[in-house]
């Protein structure tokens, strides 16, 4: 089953993540078959916060991909904003 999930980049104590699609089995780190947008939890706008294809994601959705529950969050925050 594929999963879009958050995919950890950055330094210690300085995070950033890649919202990406891949297999459910893989580790955190590991491959994945898509980069579907960028997650900056620290940056200062929410423009520089979160990076989201939204078309690339729904036709991941309509493929069968399962959202997780951050993912799922922050897919609903990008889609509320104008």
Known sequence: MVKIRLRRNGKKGNPS???VACDSRSPRDGKFI?????YNPL????????QLNTELLKHWIEVGA????RVNFLY???CSTP
């Open 17 to 19: 993540y890649k919202i």
């Open 34 to 38: 898509a980069i579907l947008g960028h």
């Open 43 to 50: 940056g200062k706008t929410d423009i520089e916060k979160l």
């Open 66 to 69: 399962k959202l997780t529950s």
């Open 76 to 78: 609903k925050k990008q």
